[in-house]
C-alpha cells in the first residue's frame, strides 16, 4: 500500500516536472536545505550547542540550545531560561527556520535569553532509547502521554540542572501545549519550575477540528496501521528531501508544496515566506509514532481528553491501575497561562479554545488572531510584532 502512495506521487512528479523542459524555471537551491538545526544555528552568527538527556524509561532526547544572542555575549551572570516545545510531526527546526528577524528561536536569544528547544522522542532527533532499536516494535509504543510523563520532566530537570536555575518560561506550539496542559495539571513539582506557560495554538479537546490529520478517526486502526504499520508515522525521509530540492524550488510548483501545509493545517496563504518552502520541507515531517497518531484519533472519537486507551481493561489495568484510561484535567493546572489562537486554525479550532479558556485556572493573558491558521505561529511573517514582541515583553514583565 506505502508503496503504491509513492509511486502515484513520484508519477505525478515526474509528469508535472516535464515542465521544466518547455519553459519552467527551477529557483537556486537555499543553502539551509542540506543544513540540520545546529547548522543553521550557526549558519546565522549564533552560538549552538546540542545535549543528550536519558528519561526515567531510557529514551534518548537531543536537546538544541542557544546560549545566547550575537550581541549579548558579553553580559555576565545567567540569563533567564526559555524552553521551546514543537508540536505534532515537528522538531526543534521549527523555531528556527525563518530568518533571525523572523524566527522565534533567534529574536528570544538576541533579545536576552537562554534559548533551549525539545525534541519529542521518535522525531527526527530523539530516535535512540537505552536498550531499544527504532526497528523494534517496543520501541513506537509510545504517546503524547509518554512525552508529558516522561520526555517533558527529562528536559526541564536536565536544564535547570545545567543552567543552575530554578524556573523556565515553557513555550508550547500544538501538541507542545498538549503535554504541557497533561504534565503541569499531573506532576505539581513540575509545575512549580515553570514561571509562566504560553501557549501557542493550544490543542486539548479536538471536538471540532477539522483537520485532515484528525480525520483518520473514521479510519479504523486495523487499516491505519495497514497502510502506516506499527512503527513510526511520516519520518523525514530522502523522498521528502529529494522532493523539496527538485520540486519545490521549481517555480511553477512553489505554490503546489505551500498548499500541502495548508491543507494540513488552514489557510493563510499571504502569511507564509514562499522562499523558505524548501527549508521547512527538509525537516517537516520529522515523524511521530503510529500508536501516537492512534491515540489522537481515539480523544477525537470519544471527544475526551485522555491518556491512550491500550484496548483492554486489562492492559489499561496493568498501566494505569484502573480499567478506563484516565481523563486529563486541565483546571487541576495552576501555572500562570497566556493563550494565542487563530481564527483560520483547522487543528486547534476556535470553539474548543473557547472551552479551554473555561478550564484555564490562572489566564494572565489571552490574545485571538482572526486570521491565522496553525502555523503562523511559527512561521508567519507577521509574527514578530504580532507575537513575538508580545511574549518578549510578557517574559519580561514578570522575571
Given at each position: 500500500?506505502?508503496m ?8 505525478l ?24 538545526v545546529s ?28 546560549p545566547?544572542g ?17 508540536g ?7 523555531w528556527?527556520?525563518n530568518l ?25 532527533w ?12 517496543e ?6 502521554d ?12 536536565f536544564?535547570l540542572?545545567?543552567t ?32 509562566m506557560f ?33 512503527k ?9 528531501k ?89 483546571k ?6 497566556t ?34 491558521e496553525?502555523?503562523d ?23
Amino acid at each position: 500500500m506505502k508503496m503504491r502512495l509513492l509511486g502515484l506521487v513520484f508519477c505525478l512528479v515526474l509528469g508535472t516536472l516535464h515542465s521544466k523542459t518547455s519553459g519552467g524555471k527551477v529557483t537556486p537551491v537555499d543553502p539551509e536545505t542540506n543544513m540540520n538545526v545546529s547548522e543553521i544555528i550557526s549558519y546565522w552568527g549564533f552560538p549552538s550547542e546540542e545535549h543528550l538527556v536519558e528519561t526515567e524509561d531510557g529514551y534518548i532526547l537531543c536537546l538544541h540550545r542557544i546560549p545566547h544572542g550575537r550581541k549579548n555575549n558579553s553580559e555576565k551572570g545567567p540569563k533567564p531560561v526559555v524552553f521551546l516545545q514543537h508540536g505534532l510531526l515537528a522538531d526543534s527546526s521549527n523555531w528556527i527556520t525563518n530568518l533571525p528577524s523572523n524566527s522565534l528561536g533567534f529574536i528570544l536569544a538576541d533579545a536576552g535569553f537562554d534559548v533551549w528547544m525539545g525534541n519529542s522522542r521518535g522525531n527526527t532527533w530523539s530516535r535512540k532509547h537505552k536498550i531499544l532499536s527504532v526497528s523494534q516494535d517496543e520501541f513506537w509504543a509510545f504517546s503524547f502521554d509518554e512525552m508529558a510523563n516522561y520526555d517533558l520532566p527529562a528536559s526541564i530537570n536536565f536544564i535547570l540542572n545545567k543552567t543552575g536555575q530554578q524556573q523556565v518560561y515553557y513555550v508550547g506550539h500544538s501538541q507542545g501545549t498538549t503535554i504541557g496542559f497533561i504534565a503541569f495539571s499531573r506532576i505539581p513539582e513540575l509545575a512549580k519550575k515553570i514561571k509562566m506557560f504560553f501557549a501557542l495554538a493550544p490543542v486539548a479537546s479536538i471536538d471540532f477540528s477539522i483537520g485532515p490529520i484528525f480525520k483518520m478517526a473514521r479510519i479504523p486502526d486495523l487499516l491505519l496501521k495497514d497502510i502506516f504499520g506499527k512503527k513510526e508515522f511520516l519520518p523525514q525521509n530522502a523522498v521528502l528531501k529529494w522532493l523539496a530540492m527538485n520540486v519545490c524550488d521549481h517555480v511553477l510548483l512553489k505554490e503546489l508544496c505551500e498548499n500541502i501545509f495548508f491543507l494540513l493545517c488552514g489557510f493563510n496563504e499571504r502569511n507564509l515566506n514562499m522562499s523558505r518552502i524548501s527549508v521547512y520541507i527538509t525537516h517537516c515531517p520529522a515523524g511521530t509514532s503510529v500508536q501516537n497518531m492512534i491515540h489522537w484519533k481515539q480523544n477525537s472519537q470519544l471527544g475526551k481528553f485522555q491518556a491512550f486507551d491500550w484496548g483492554s481493561s486489562a492492559k489499561n489495568y496493568f498501566h494505569y491501575n484502573q480499567t478506563h484510561p484516565p481523563t486529563y484535567n486541565v483546571k487541576d493546572m495552576l501555572v500562570p497561562t497566556t493563550i494565542w489562537n487563530g481564527g483560520h486554525d483547522w487543528l486547534a479550532d476556535v470553539k474548543d479554545i473557547s472551552i479551554l479558556l473555561t478550564q484555564i485556572t490562572n489566564l494572565v493573558y489571552h490574545k485571538y488572531f482572526p486570521e491565522w491558521e496553525h502555523l503562523d505561529f511559527i512561521w508567519g511573517l507577521d509574527a514578530p510584532w504580532r507575537l513575538y514582541d508580545e511574549m518578549v515583553n510578557l517574559m519580561k514583565k514578570y522575571q
